[in-house]
């Protein structure tokens, strides 16, 4: 069974910095892209960075320039690194492993950002 266990949520202040991790398990197989999702109260959940098992990024328009998605492959892990935090990036984020069968997602971490 596929786990995807997610740490480094948390509460901080405008400006600062936290860095999510996500570590797939329970399976031989690679993921093929790993991505970090969020949801907010009361919206969609929505796409904040993807990273393919190459390397190509792809960015939500409100993130770029301040996060950064990496990934290990010999981990399976990837991480989102955020900086210049806003009140506005504060949501559940949810991290995502799409895996030749499905995908899969973790369990999500709180990220809250004070003014």
């Known amino acids: 069974q596929v786990q995807l266990v997610e740490s480094g949520g948390g509460l901080v202040q405008a400006g600062g910095s936290l860095r999510l991790s996500c570590a797939a398990s329970?399976?031989?197989?690679?993921?093929?892209?790993m991505g970090w999702y969020r949801q907010a109260p009361g919206k969609q959940r929505e796409l904040v960075a993807a990273?393919?098992?190459?390397?190509?990024?792809n960015y939500a328009d409100s993130v770029k320039g301040r996060f950064t998605i990496s990934r290990d492959n010999a981990k399976d892990t990837v991480y989102l690194q955020m900086n210049s935090l806003k009140p506005e990036d504060t949501a559940v984020y949810y991290c995502?492993?799409?895996?030749?069968?499905?995908?899969?997602w973790g369990q999500g971490t709180q990220v809250t950002v004070s003014s």
């Open positions: 995502n492993a799409d895996f030749p069968w499905r995908a899969y």
């Open positions: 329970g399976t031989r197989f690679s993921p093929n892209a």
């Open positions: 990273i393919t098992s190459t390397g190509t990024t």
